[in-house]
T-cell receptor
């Protein structure tokens, strides 16, 4: 149980285009999902908290207009990187909080984004 | 301000050589302390959640313990497949579920 998937697992896009990443909780409902990015040899940095049916809450320094988050259902959250630039290249990981076991978060496999 | 510090940064072990990883933390109102394992190019894999001082949890060769200031992850008789980066994270009571991660300990187990 407690499986989280992400799609795509990797994507290459050209500078100026937009990319959408999906995060799904496969066997549980997640009221809250989180989006992280991770640079090589570094730990995870929280970007935003996504709650089903409401606006996402962004961490300080994260551009909400560049990283659009939508939590349309209890099993799906999406992150859209708009007008991507090479500095947006990173490893993006989502997590979902499983309500049945308090506070535990399960992570997706991550999406490698490369902007050329 | 909440802080999570992991040590050592890297650990190289011979197969069968037991060791411990440390995670020291300062947080206002600990809601939970989490251990994850991360392999290169993959998302973190959940290992344990500890909620209160004195709590211990075990899974195969791994055992996690918690005090009021730190947590230890003990690796008993490790195997090469235990090689990974081990991440510690804390969740504060007023954090609305947000996790604050330490920098991780990279463990390499050689045959």
């Amino acid at each position: 149980g407690a499986v989280v998937s992400q799609h795509p697992s990797w994507v290459i896009c050209k500078s100026g285009t937009s990319v959408k990443i999906e995060c799904r909780s496969l066997d549980f409902q997640a009221t809250t999902m989180f989006w992280y990015r991770q640079f090589p040899k570094q730990s995870l940095m929280l970007m935003a908290t996504s709650n089903e049916g409401s606006k996402a809450t962004y961490e300080q320094g994260v551009e909400k207009d560049k990283f659009l988050i939508n939590h349309a259902s209890l099993t799906l959250s999406t992150l859209t990187v708009t007008s991507a630039h090479p500095e947006d290249s990173s490893f993006y990981i989502c997590s979902a909080e499983q309500g049945a076991t308090p506070y535990e978060q399960y992570f997706g496999p991550g999406t490698r984004l490369t902007v050329t | 301000e909440d802080q999570v510090t992991q040590s050592p940064e890297a650990l190289r072990l011979q197969e069968g050589e037991s060791s411990s990883l440390n995670c020291s933390y300062t947080v206002s109102g600990l809601r939970g302390l989490f251990w994850y394992r991360q392999d290169p190019g993959k998302g973190p894999e959940f290992l344990f959640t500890l909620y209160s001082a004195g709590e211990e949890k075990e899974k195969e060769r791994l055992k996690a313990t918690l005090t009021k200031k730190e947590s230890f992850l003990h690796i008993t008789a490790p195997k090469p497949e235990d090689s990974a980066t081990y991440l510690c994270a804390v969740q504060a009571g007023d954090s609305w579920g947000k996790l604050q991660f330490g920098a991780g300990t990279q463990v390499v187990v050689t045959p």
